[in-house]
């Protein structure tokens, strides 16, 4: 079946860039998404990715798509403690197009 | 604040009981997905409905049951209620099947 994996933990000093990587293993899957969830919050949607991309940038966000190896990253850029979070990568899989989550990676910026 | 909202934020309860959760989509979108958030599992599908109708259904429990009415809100029930029923649950809504599914605040059970 479908299974999405993460590391759990990443620590970054603010204003380095963070990469958060993401391995999954539905190929069919059309969109590979971003969110990120706060603490007692939902997720909020970063960005996503059409399948038939390899990479898409969004102000600080840069997710890089490796189709081959089913692998998946997303990069911020000069990170500050605001983004501090768990940030979850997502596939969309299924005739619904439901979503698979990772587990979830906790990002934290240390001043 | 996606536009998608859910009720109540917080619910507490007792084992055997039954409750609504209750979500409103982003106006416009036809779809509402449904999952829950535990420690152990993680984030789970649960259901899917589009325009009224259940279109997918992932790993809900028989206990647990939901609907989408013509207003296009949806509500979940969940029955018979257990201490491992304790979760955050997520309503997400999407355009249709194959769009992007923006989340709402959630709702955290607490099954005592």
């Known amino acids: 079946g479908e299974d999405v994996e993460q590391s759990l933990f990443l620590s970054v000093r603010e204003g380095d860039s963070s990469v958060i990587n993401c391995t999954y293993t539905?190929?069919?899957?059309?969109?590979l998404y971003w969110y990120k969830q706060e603490p007692g919050a939902g997720l909020q949607l970063l960005t996503y990715?059409?399948?038939?991309?390899d990479m898409k940038q969004d102000q600080r966000l840069t997710v890089l798509l490796n189709k081959k190896d089913k692998h998946l990253s997303l990069r911020i850029a000069d990170t500050q403690t605001g983004d501090s979070a768990i940030y979850f990568c997502?596939?969309?899989?299924?005739?619904?197009?439901?979503?698979?989550f990772g587990s979830g990676t906790q990002l934290t910026v240390l001043p | 604040d996606s536009g998608v909202t859910q009720t109540p934020k917080h619910l507490i309860t007792a084992t055997g009981q039954r409750v609504t959760l209750r979500c409103s989509p982003r106006?416009?979108?036809?779809?509402v997905y449904w999952y829950q958030q535990s420690l152990d599992q993680g984030l789970q599908f649960l259901i899917q409905?589009?325009?009224?109708?259940?279109?997918a259904k992932g790993n809900i429990l028989e206990r647990f049951s939901a609907q989408q009415f013509p207003d296009l809100h949806s509500e979940l029930n969940l029955s018979s209620l257990e201490l491992g029923d304790s979760a955050l649950y997520f309503c997400a809504s999407s355009e249709g099947t194959a769009n992007e599914q923006f989340f709402g605040p959630g709702t955290r059970l607490t099954v005592l």
């Open positions: 539905d190929s069919s899957s059309t969109y």
């Open positions: 997502a596939e969309s899989s299924g005739s619904a197009r439901q979503l698979t």
């Open positions: 990715i059409f399948s038939n991309m």
């Open positions: 409905y589009y325009n009224g109708e259940e279109r």
């Open positions: 106006s416009g979108d036809l779809s």
